[in-house]
T-cell receptor, first 114, second 115 residues
Framework: DVKVTQSSRYLVKRTGEKVFLECVQDMDHENMFWYRQDPGLGLRLIYFSYDVKMKEKGDIPEGYSVSREKKERFSLILESASTNQTSMYLC?????????????FGQGTRLTVV | AQTVTQSQPEMSVQEAETVTLSCTYDTSESDYYLFWYKQPPSRQMILVIRQEAYKQQNATENRFSVNFQKAAKSFSLKISDSQLGDAAMYFCAYGVSGSARQLTFGSGTQLTVLP
């Protein structure tokens, strides 16, 4: 089975802290994604990566950065956490840039910034 | 920009009955895919069903089927013989064929199944 693993299910951080959310996939997928999920807004794309060291902004990149040094790992970084970044964060991966392939999701990290 | 609209924030259905979840989308693309994902309380997103825009035939997966109306840009999900395990948040999603960019999601419909 394809597995996408996010390092934490729940995380509490203080305002101004630098926060790292880690995502690892075990199926050699080229594409990886970070979404933010908020009630009434669905999932919104923050950043995506289609290859090692390659990244592109999604719809809401402000306040976030990403890192992909290895194919299996995609990290989301909150440079200086703020309370409006309290949310559920979902990582996903997909093998090819072809919509016929299914995207696989991690179980989400619920981040609270206090 | 592509948008996906789910106008029903919450729905409920009696066990063993049928329910239809609505989804509309806006796009100028001709080659795209549509998806329904399910997110149970475990938070694990699960693909329920997928539809290629170039196919006229509606997709079916066991008790799940779609009504795809391309001209109307409508993509509804029908769940037949509803089961307690179907209770979840359902997201409609859209993606452009050949694009590395991931899916655009709707805001979700919370489905409750009543015993």
């Amino acid at each position: 089975d394809v597995k996408v693993t996010q390092s934490s299910r729940y995380l509490v951080k203080r305002t101004g802290e630098k926060v790292f959310l880690e995502c690892v996939q075990d199926m050699d997928h080229e594409n990886m994604f970070w979404y933010r999920q908020d009630p009434g807004l669905g999932l919104r794309l923050i950043y995506f990566s289609y290859d090692v060291k390659m990244k592109e902004k999604g719809d809401i990149p402000e306040g976030y950065s990403v890192s992909r040094e290895k194919k299996e790992r995609f990290s989301l970084i909150l440079e200086s956490a703020s309370t409006n970044q309290t949310s559920m964060y979902l990582c996903a991966s997909r093998p090819l840039p072809d919509m016929n392939t299914e995207a696989f999701f991690g179980q989400g990290t619920r981040l609270t910034v206090v | 920009a592509q948008t996906v609209t789910q106008s029903q924030p919450e729905m409920s259905v009696q066990e063993a009955e049928t329910v239809t979840l609505s989804c509309t989308y806006d796009t100028s693309e001709s080659d795209y895919y549509l998806f329904w994902y399910k997110q149970p309380p475990s938070r694990q997103m699960i693909l329920v069903i997928r539809q290629e825009a170039y196919k006229q035939q509606n997709a079916t997966e066991n008790r799940f089927s779609v009504n795809f109306q391309k001209a109307a840009k409508s993509f509804s999900l029908k769940i037949s013989d509803s089961q307690l395990g179907d209770a979840a948040m359902y997201f409609c999603a859209y993606g452009v064929s050949g694009s590395a960019r991931q899916l655009t999601f709707g805001s979700g419909t919370q489905l409750t199944v009543l015993p």
